[in-house]
């Protein structure tokens, strides 16, 4: 009984840290714990696997575009309050400028 407790409230603590970590996962930024700490959850959580399908996908569709790391500005811009991924971060700026 507890050990299901302590077991859920390690599945939810880390489903909480993946999806915050996702897009820095995609852009390579995390170090190889963080990786695989990213990579041990989603073998385990359907929601986290889609989520994170969902924005390789992204990625690669807004990459085929044009949308790629050279043509987007770098992530916390002057002005800026991070409140989104490096991914989205520079998505939104990129939509931003050629509105």
Sequence with gaps: ???????RQA???DHRWTRS??????DRELDSRDRARVE???????ECRRA?????????ALRRL???????A?????GQQRTAGPVAERVIGYLRRTG
């Design 1 to 7: 009984m507890i050990g299901d407790f302590l077991r």
């Design 74 to 78: 770098p992530s916390g811009a002057a």
């Design 11 to 13: 599945f939810m603590r």
């Design 52 to 60: 994170l399908a969902t924005l390789r996908r992204t990625v690669q």
């Design 21 to 26: 970590h996702m897009s820095p996962y995609i």
């Design 40 to 46: 041990r959850h989603t073998e385990i959580c359907p």
């Design 66 to 72: 044009g949308i790629d790391e050279g043509a987007i």
